[in-house]
Every structure is written in C-alpha cells, then in structure tokens.
C-alpha cells in the first residue's frame, strides 16, 4: 500500500463536482483507493461516501491506494487532487 496527504485548496472542499471527477479518475486505475479525513474514511470509487465526508478546505486528507502499479497511481492521483481540489 502506499499513500500520501494532500491538504485541499478548493474552497467550497470536497463537492458534488470534484468528487465526480475523482470518482471517474479512481475507476480508471482500477486501484483500490481509500480517502481518510478527521477520524472518517471512504472508498474513492463511491461518490456519495467521498461526499459524505464533509471534507472542506485546509483540511488534510490521506489518500491510500492499493493494488497493481500502486507508486504510479499515487503519483498520477496525487497530480490530480493538486489540479482539480
């Protein structure tokens, strides 16, 4: 497994539309990937969970991902969340 933190800049957090975004990104990989914020914890290939988690901005969160190729996709996620959250 390997992870990574990221703390997010969007204003508005973790809304309907980033979410969707990563959501399709995440399915892509095919990876098992697992967001962790202040004690709550979702399964990025589920919309309503990541948005369920109230994430807003400043916050930190720990991004898990397991699978095959897991450094690649961590790196690609992680350039990602800086574009898009």
């Known amino acids: ?19 969707g975004l990563l959501v399709k990104e995440v ?3 095919g990876a098992k ?3 962790e914020c202040d004690g709550k914890s979702a399964e990025a290939t589920k ?8 994430v807003k901005c400043g916050k930190e969160i720990t991004v898990s991902v397991e699978g ?11 350039e990602f969340f800086k574009e898009n959250l």
């Open 47 to 54: 919309l309503m969970a990541v948005m369920a988690m109230g």
């Open 27 to 29: 399915k892509k990989t």
């Open 68 to 78: 095959d190729n897991e450094a690649e996709t961590a790196k690609a996620l992680e």
């Open 1 to 19: 497994m390997v992870s990574f933190k990221y703390v997010v800049k969007d204003q508005a957090g973790i809304h309907a539309r980033p979410a």
């Open 33 to 35: 990937v697992t967001l």
